[in-house]
Each structure stands twice: as C-alpha cells, then as structure tokens.
C-alpha cells in the first residue's frame, strides 16, 4: 500500500529537503545558473567542465544524457547522467537539471561485459583447438599408416636410403601428433574441462614403469639412475594416468640435456603429502631463465641441428596437472650443475 | 581365419587398415557408417568390430547403443578406433572399454586386436 500524507509541508521544511538530497539539482534560465543545491555545488567543484556542459543542454528533454567528464586533478574519466525539466522560475521559463555521478555503475557493467567477453573467447578458442585437432589426427593417421606399411615393406622392397628417408617422415609425424596432444591438453587445463580421475597407486611402481620406456636411450647415452625411495611402496591416491604423463615429461627432459652423469627419481613419503623430485646432472638452467620455465611456448636451452625438439609446452602441462591434483612444482639449478625437479603431491 | 569388420568413413584408412590385417591373416569386411555396418552383420558374423565414431548417418555411439539391443550380437568385441580422444567416458558409460586413438601404431593396433580376440 502507498502511504498517504496529509498536510502541504511549507517552504523552510522544502529548503531542508532540498538542501539535504543526495540528488543534484540545478536551475538554469537562458543557459545561465540561477540556483544550485550543496550537492550540486560539489559536483561542480569535482567536474570543472560540467557547468558549462549542463547549462548548454539547450532545450528541457526529460531525456537521459550521459556525459563523459574527467575529475579535477584526475586522469579517469566519470560518467554523468543528466536530465532536464521544464518549469518555471521567478516568472522566466528555466530547466531544472538533475544529475548524478553513474561511473561505479558503468565501471561494473563494463568489467562484467569484459568478463563475458573473455568467457566467449575462451570458448570459441577451446573449441577451435579441440575441433581442429580432432580433424588434424585423421589425415596423419592415414599419413603415418601409409608410411609404416611401405617401410613394413608391406607394398614391395624398398632400399635403405628409402628406408633412411621414410624413418624421417614418420618421425616427424610423431612429432606433430605431440604437438596436437598437447595443445589439447593445455587447452583442456586452461578451461578446466580436465578431471582428475583419483584411484589408489604405489607411487614407486608408477615411478619404475615410467623409467622403462627411457632404457634404450639412457643406455645408449651412458647415463646412470640413481633412485631414491623413502619406502618400498608409497601409496597415494592420484590420477594414475596423468602423473605418469608428469614423470614421462620431466624424465624426457632431463635425458634431453644431460650427456653424462646420472638421472634419478627421488620420492620422499611425509605425513600428508609426497615429495617427488625428477634430477640430472645436465646442462642446468641459466637463473635468469628460472622464472620462465613454467611458461607456455617457452623453450629454453633448445639446440639447432639434430636433437629431440619440444613443444614449449611440457613444463606448463606438468605444471596444470600437478596443480589439478592440490600440489607445487618447483625448480633448483643452475647452469652446468644439473637441474632437480621437485614436485608435491597430497597424499588424498 | 577370424574376421574382422572395419567401420568407417574415411576410405583411405579402411583400405590401409584392410592392407595391414590382411597381411596378418584377417578376413576382412568393410563399411563407411553404422548403418552399413548393421547391414554388413546380418550376413557375416566377424570376431571382432574396428569402429570409428565420427560417420554419418550412424555414428560410432549410435552403433553401441543399437549393437547393445541385438541379441544375436552380443558377444562380438568391439575396438573403438578415433580421432576423438575426449570420448572414452561416454562409450565406457555404454559398456565399451576398448579404445584407441588415431594416429594409432600399427603394432599397438594389432596387440590390441589379438588380445581381443584371444588369438
């Protein structure tokens, strides 16, 4: 129900109301002020531009007109709104002007439109990655297949240096199949559509199973594992498939840059968590590199010539996945004295 | 011989994939999309189904969900072979485990058909 008030209030009770509004108001005759009440008289002082501006809105509306105003002394720019009525004053006809200070209101709106605008982006770029990788592991896969069944010789004998040649391509088809795979895998942690798929594992089985895939070329190389475990079985609730795609990444890398020496796996069992931690005694990583190392498409210590390139994108995939699980990675190294890998992972 | 039956729309990978397993002693059967397939099944019953998921007409998931409605079907295995890696949950939500995604190798592909087919 509307609440009715009877009695006209008189002139000193409308001077109060007036004086006391949080609303401006200004009277103009012809453009030139006749009348403005205290918080009008702030307003202006704030805007030095806006008397001029007001009194120049020519003609009463009753339209909404937003102005765009810098503050004394300021460099942001406030928004205004501003609206004229017609009545008349001291027998001329005048405009009365009310007008407030809306920016808080178009500063929210527009961040919450920016907000949107990115979700939309991310979208669309989410999208655009997933589908065309999807559509590019197709043709490779018909690519690599045709390739592997002339080198099977399935279609005929071929000659070494043929052989030589085609070992090439389907190398370099893996190579792009790994750089679709973890521009998925990226684009999945970055929108947070990856799930952690949690089941009970011996931390140090998925330790020695991951190793097994680097015996051709640790051996090869002449490098040494040395281990370290704090306990024979270390049982930890993780997602088994992705940490072992952690230890297969930070493994690749050290076999990468280390050329003698030894590379190991060190998991120490505390009270809530595991410290695991990949190491070398590699070329190590210059300290003003450190700091980058976990950012996207940040290749550092790549070599020209032959040699196993990455993606950029390893150390950002380990990085997402660690912290998908509740864990830290970090670094210690430093050039030429290896590097050491050291990651957390909470036990539940 | 087993049989094998490939589904799948992209002509150059079923007669790769048909080169391949014949040259290990499959018998193989083809088609480029679900339906197809099904029309395929009423005459020959293969020990073993290579599907792809993305086809027209009857797609990959299309197909689980009516081979799960054929009695006389039950039984075949069924290896999932796509270019989509995202789907695993969905298809093992029907029942169907078996999943490999392309680019595949060869050698992988064809452990995983032995296995399943007990050969």
């Known amino acids: 129900m509307i609440p009715h008030f009877s009695g006209a209030l008189n002139s000193d009770e409308y001077r109060v109301l007036i004086e006391l509004s949080r609303n401006a108001m200004a009277i103009f005759v012809q453009g030139e002020l006749k009348y403005a009440n205290p918080v009008a008289l702030q307003v202006f002082a704030q805007f030095p531009n806006l008397l001029e501006k007001i009194s120049s809105l020519a003609v009463p509306t009753e339209e909404v007109v937003r102005l765009s105003l810098p503050e004394n002394g300021q460099n942001q720019e406030h928004v205004l709104e501003c609206q004229t009525t017609e009545l008349n004053w001291q027998g001329a006809p005048a405009a009365l002007a009310n007008f407030h200070d809306v920016s808080e209101y178009y500063q929210v709106q527009s961040i919450k439109s920016e907000i949107r605008e990115q979700k939309r982006v991310d979208r669309i770029k989410d999208e655009f990655v997933s589908t065309v990788s999807h559509e590019i592991r197709t043709p490779l896969s018909i690519i690599r297949e045709t390739t592997s069944q002339i080198l099977d010789g399935l279609h005929g004998e071929i000659t070494s240096a043929q052989k030589n040649f085609l070992s090439k391509t389907l190398r370099n088809i893996d190579r792009l199949t790994k750089i679709i795979n973890d521009l998925l895998d990226i684009s999945k942690i970055e929108s947070g559509k990856i799930e952690i798929r949690r089941e009970k594992v011996d931390l140090v089985s998925l330790v020695r199973d991951s190793l097994v895939q680097f015996t051709p070329q640790i051996q090869k190389k002449g490098l040494q594992v040395l281990n370290s475990f704090s306990h024979p079985h270390i049982e930890i609730s993780i997602d088994k498939d992705k940490i072992t795609q952690v230890f297969i990444n930070l493994l690749s890398n050290s076999l990468k840059f280390t050329e003698q020496g030894h590379i190991g796996v060190g998991l120490k069992e505390w009270d809530n968590f595991v410290e695991c931690s990949v190491m070398d005694t590699g070329v190590g990583v210059a300290s003003e590199d450190l700091s980058k190392l976990f950012n996207k498409f940040i290749q550092i210590g790549r070599t020209d010539g032959p040699g196993q390139k990455g993606t950029g994108l390893g150390l950002a995939i380990c990085k997402g996945l660690i912290e998908l699980h509740g864990g830290k990675i970090w670094v210690q190294s430093e050039r030429g004295q290896g590097t050491q890998m050291i990651f957390t992972l909470p036990k539940t | ?119």
């Open chain 2, 1 to 119: 011989m087993k049989k094998v039956l490939i589904i799948d729309d992209e002509a150059d990978l079923v007669e790769l994939l048909k080169a391949r397993l014949e040259q290990h002693q499959y018998e193989i059967s083809t088609a480029f999309n679900g339906e197809e397939g099904f029309q395929v099944l009423e005459k020959v019953r293969p020990d073993l189904i290579i599907l792809d998921v993305a086809m027209p007409k009857v797609d990959g998931y299309m197909f689980v969900q009516q081979f799960k409605q054929r009695e006389n079907l039950q039984g075949i295995p069924i290896l999932i072979l796509t270019a989509k890696n995202t789907l695993h949950e969905l298809f093992e939500a029907e029942g169907f485990y078996d999943y490999l995604v392309k680019p595949f190798e060869a050698e992988i592909l064809l452990a995983r058909i032995e296995e399943l087919i007990g050969r």
